[in-house]
């Protein structure tokens, strides 16, 4: 046999399985030896005599029989078996063989009888201890000649037999590293092949309402082990099912896996899916329940069920006994749900390894063994029998939820689930339909009630040819209907919330009083002083002047601005201070501790450039001077304000929890942005137990807390040339002397440059190798990223989840200063490639307008209001018009109220307005003021647009003096201010087709167009003496 044995493994396991002989416990106290007798069955799948030789050898050796004595071990094969065996037998020169008992190799005689290889064995079982009981697998019965004498001589020597194949699989259970590695890789196989194959096509046969049996689903399953691109790479001939998979629906439901896939069409309801792959001998399992609309009792069901999983986890831990660990779960489901109790499956799993089951360690309440570490389990939980009050037809009646997973036993922390299948109700539950189709759900099953199940496919096409043409007409219509139930709600949600914040005014804060000196004993005793020179106290940072023969101290942070000139013989500096009515700048106000106070508002000094007899010095050195050390005392100080600025507000985080352990989720050779120096630098990101952690090259370090991230983004490099990890956070953390809520890693795909002096010719060999090495180094990344993510999310047990932005539904916009693809998410709307990123998260947001939507215009603007009102709205500029049908359908099925107009509004004003009087403006009808269907037609839009403007912009004074004070972060979004000013008192382009329509009934002759021209002057004129709604241009 050309195959090699892993010696090490060898007598690593035969030291353990004699240790555990020598203990004695349980059965292996009552045996003198040991036999495995191993034959040829084809039908036996599983078999302790087989399981035992692979775990020792690594392969299954048929037609060989082993005798485990004492001092001895006696092997019974072919020739080609022996061969095999020699390369443990031979333990010369091997340290690890030493304790081993000596290997005797017996040549097994095809076709002669083999008594005396038998007398040898027997004679050895003799002397082994007592020489009267064996140890053997009482289950495993192989056929034929061979295996029926030696059994035969065992009953004629009477040998007293004794099954120990529990103390053995005990022996077994606990899992090297080599083999929990194989472990893994064969749960990540099955979870591979669930989420990629089964779930996909189960989402396609709902899709498309086929009609597949299970049988032959589960048949499609067992096929498609045979592709690599679901097995993450591995051979397909070292991965095999262990055992057919079994797929059940329709209320014929068995939560067992000896069950076989029956003949009955696959029902949209709940169905059950359980599968395991077995890679290189090694096991696992998994099982899950897709639920195809579920009615809310059977959510709550399948959340309890998952609640029951997580309680079982945290009980199985090292040491436990499997009889209190399924108590406790028992326990717990009679206190949270006392009627499921009888509905609980009676097992909640088995242990695991080169046997699919093992039933001496099955999760009962009799079983009495302890859990070790290393221990690889498969839980299956299930709920079977529960009735479905919705269910109109028979087989909607019964339904069964069931979970499982394959877990490592772990010390002292919850096991660890090594099928990182997602399993929340919105990973599992398929959502049909919504109160818009329930009406044509009714007539399609009192179609089916009356034509036949045959006939329900020929009526639903039917239908639809028929609605063929009013298709879009209808969703339209279906979607003016959901908006006007979100603007009802929207408007009554907004008052309560704003009438409950309206007592929790926002505290102006007081401008930080600097005091120079505490008492005149801090005063400096320098000789300029004296002289009446200026002179600057750098350590109290405070500038001394002379005023009126006095020196007079000013903190370095009431001085403004300095400015020094010369002018003829003399030098002069001038200081400008900060006085009540100056602005300090933005976000300051004007606030002084004692604004009453009299003020200095600037002072000048003058001083000769000629140096008089008897001076050391020209007199104007000390305004030089003076002007010099003043900029860098007010730099040091302004700098110092500007780092506390940046960590006020910080919330402090919890301290980092670091695993030590090796195998932790870890990133290499990434970007992270913003960059902690000024030139970028790459490191590695690794998970912790409580949050991530990125070192750079450098040693600089980046911690960020799991329940402070807010949002964690995963943008794939499909079409991109860079691949991110974006985290959003809750609250911002400080690095690189900045404060920041977004942070990113990434790193790039392939060349970001290309050589444009290069011949391009697109059968250039070099190129071709280049695309094909950039397609594989972008599989690998994902790969790798992919792996990442779903580590930390079962190491986060799904707290933390990673959002996919969907590409299909991404639309062109300039939401800074250039323009990028912004996609959604499934709780938000980002773009994280581009620098600075952004994100909006669709909680928050109160509602969606659309502005300058007309249909001569390409491009269109989006503003983002806030359920803040006092937070800045947010503007994407020059959005193409073709994505504006695309937004409002995802905006919609977001349940995100959204309008449209054809005027720029100057939102600063109207969010003022409404902070100031909430009551007032949700009295005049709240939000319903932008709804395009408040608007006329002709005249009447005209007025209602001018009453409009009237209500959120106040009289033309009014008007300045906000202009002048309004707050800069409330500056214009739009660079087509000028444009969309004249928007509102310019008719034309205002008018819509049913306007021009209407125009054109009217106009019968062709002088009526010239007095409809001078009556639109006219108008033009009139509309000009309002006051316009301006947008600040943003600089």
């Known amino acids: 046999m050309a195959a090699n044995l892993d010696k090490e493994a060898y007598y690593r396991r035969i030291k353990r399985l004699y240790g555990n002989w020598k203990k004695g416990e349980d059965e292996f106290g009552k045996v003198d030896a040991i036999v495995v007798s191993v034959g040829v069955d084809e039908e036996i799948v599983y078999a302790k005599s087989t399981a035992i030789q692979t775990w020792l050898f690594g392969y299954e050796v048929t037609d060989t029989i082993m005798v485990f004595c004492e001092t001895k071990i006696l092997f019974l094969a072919s020739k080609k078996k022996v061969d095999f065996l020699k390369q443990v037998a031979i333990t010369k020169g091997n340290e690890n063989a030493n304790g081993v008992p000596p290997i005797t190799l017996l040549t097994r005689e095809k076709n002669e009888s083999n008594k005396p290889n038998f007398d040898k064995m027997i004679e ?15 289950k495993d019965k192989f056929p034929g000649e061979y295996m029926k004498s030696w059994n035969d001589t065992l009953t004629a020597e009477g040998l007293e037999k004794v099954d120990i194949s529990a103390v053995v699989a005990y022996t077994m259970a606990v899992k090297e590293d080599g083999e929990l590695g194989l472990m893994k890789k064969a749960a990540a196989i099955t979870s591979e092949v669930y989420s990629k194959f089964f779930k996909e096509r189960v989402m396609e046969i709902v899709d498309a309402d086929e009609k597949v049996r299970h049988s032959k689903l589960a048949e499609s399953v067992e096929k498609a082990i045979e592709e690599k691109k679901y097995l993450g790479g591995v051979d397909p ?42 890679y290189k001998s090694y096991c696992s399992n998994l099982v899950r329940t897709l639920m195809v609309d579920p009615p809310q009792e059977m959510q709550d069901n399948y959340n309890f069920l998952l609640q029951v999983e997580e309680e079982l986890l945290k009980e199985l831990k090292h040491g436990v006994k499997i009889c209190d660990a399924y108590n406790t779960v028992l326990e717990y489901v009679k206190k949270e749900k006392a009627d499921l109790v009888a509905k609980l499956t009676k097992n909640l799993g088995f242990a695991m390894g080169i046997e699919f089951r093992e039933g001496s360690l099955v999760l009962n309440s009799k079983n009495q063994y302890k859990l070790k570490k290393g221990m690889v389990l498969s839980i299956s939980i299930g709920f079977a029998d529960l009735t479905n009050k919705e269910g109109k037809k028979e087989e909607q009646k019964k339904y069964a939820l069931f979970v499982g997973d394959t877990v490592q036993i772990n010390e002292e922390e919850a096991a660890t689930v090594l099928t990182p299948v997602k399993k929340k109700i919105k990973n599992v539950g398929i959502f049909l339909k919504n109160d818009d189709e329930e009406d044509e759900e009714e007539e399609v099953d009192d179609a089916e009630e009356l034509l036949g199940k045959g006939a329900r496919g020929a009526a639903l096409l039917a239908d639809r040819t028929r609605l063929l043409g009013k298709n879009e007409m209808t969703a339209e219509e279906k979607r003016r209907a959901h908006q006007k139930e979100l603007a009802n709600s929207l408007n009554e949600e907004a008052k309560r ?26 005063m400096p005793r320098e000789k300029d002083i004296r002289e009446m020179k200026i002179f600057i106290d750098k350590k109290y940072e405070t500038v001394v002047m ?90 040091r100080y302004k700098t110092r304000e500007a780092e506390e600025k940046e960590k006020e507000g910080i919330v402090k985080q919890d301290s980092l929890v670091i695993n030590l352990n090796r195998s932790n989720p870890k990133l290499k050779d990434l970007y992270i942005r913003p960059n902690i120096a000024q030139k970028r630098m790459q490191g590695s990101l690794e998970a912790h137990t409580n949050g991530f952690r990125f070192t750079s090259v450098r040693g600089d370090k980046v911690d960020i807390l799991y329940n402070n991230i807010k949002h964690a983004i995963f943008q794939p490099c499909d079409g991109e040339m860079i691949i991110v990890l974006h985290f959003h956070l809750k609250n911002a953390i400080m690095f690189g002397k900045r404060r920041h809520t977004d942070v990113q890693f990434y790193t790039e795909v392939g060349e970001i440059t290309t050589d444009l002096g290069k011949h391009q010719h697109m059968h250039d060999r070099d190129d071709l190798y280049a695309e ?110 073709n994505s504006l049908d695309p937004i409002k359908e995802w905006l919609n099925s977001c349940d995100i109220k959204y309008t449209e107009g054809v005027q720029s509004l100057n939102w600063t004003k109207i969010m003022k307005t409404i902070v100031d009087d909430p009551e007032g403006f949700f009295e005049q009808g709240g939000w319903s003021f932008l709804d395009p269907e ?102």
């Open 124 to 138: 050895a079982i003799r002397g082994s201890r007592g020489g009267k009981t064996v140890g053997v697998f009482s």
């Open 237 to 278: 001939s070292t991965v095999e099912m262990c055992y057919p998979p079994i797929i059940q629906s329709g209320g014929n439901y068995s939560l067992k896996f000896s069950v076989v896939s029956d003949k009955n069409h696959m029902h949209f309801g709940a169905i059950t899916c359980a599968m395991g792959i077995r």
């Open 497 to 522: 919330r704003l009438t409950e914040q309206k007592g929790e005014q926002q505290i102006q804060k007081a401008r930080k009083s600097n005091v120079s000196y505490k008492n005149v004993s801090q």
């Open 546 to 635: 002379p005023i009126f023969g006095i020196a007079t101290p000013f903190h370095i942070a009431t001085i403004k601005n300095i400015s020094m000139s010369v002018e003829g013989d003399y030098t002069y500096l001038r200081i400008n201070f900060y006085v009540p009515g100056s602005s300090l700048g933005r976000q300051e106000g004007n606030i002084f501790p004692n604004p009453d106070a009299t003020f200095v508002k600037e002072i000048t000094y003058r001083a000769s450039n000629l140096k008089a007899p008897g001076d050391t010095s020209v007199p104007s050195t000390n305004l030089q001077n003076a002007f010099r050390i003043i900029k860098e005392v007010q730099k």
């Open 772 to 881: 094909q090495m950039e397609r594989e180094m972008r599989h690998k990344l994902k790969s790798a990223f992919k792996n990442f993510i779903e580590k930390v999310e079962t190491l986060t047990r799904e707290e933390l989840e990673f959002e996919v932005p969907f590409r299909d539904l991404g639309f062109q916009g300039a939401p800074y200063r250039s323009t990028c693809l912004l996609q959604p998410t499934s709780s938000s709307l980002v773009n994280v490639t581009e620098w600075p990123p952004f994100v909006v998260t669709l909680d928050e947001v109160e509602l969606v307008h659309f502005e300058r939507v007309q249909f001569h215009l390409k491009n269109f603007d989006v503003v983002i209001v806030y359920k803040d009102y006092n937070k800045k709205v947010t503007m994407i500029n020059a959005v193409p018009v």
């Open 934 to 1035: 408040s608007e006329g037609s002709g005249a009447e839009e005209d007025s209602e647009s001018e009453m409009e403007d009237e209500t959120f912009n106040p009289s033309a004074d009014e008007t300045e003096v906000e202009e002048e004070d309004s707050d800069e972060d409330y500056s214009s979004e739009t660079e087509n201010s000028d444009y969309s000013a004249s928007l509102g008192s310019e008719e034309e382009s205002g008018k819509d087709w049913d306007e021009l329509e209407e125009e054109a009934r009217k106009a019968d002759k062709e002088s009526h167009y010239e007095d409809e021209d001078t009556s639109n002057k006219k108008r033009k004129n009139r509309s000009s003496t309002l006051p316009p709604v301006k947008k600040k241009r943003r600089s």
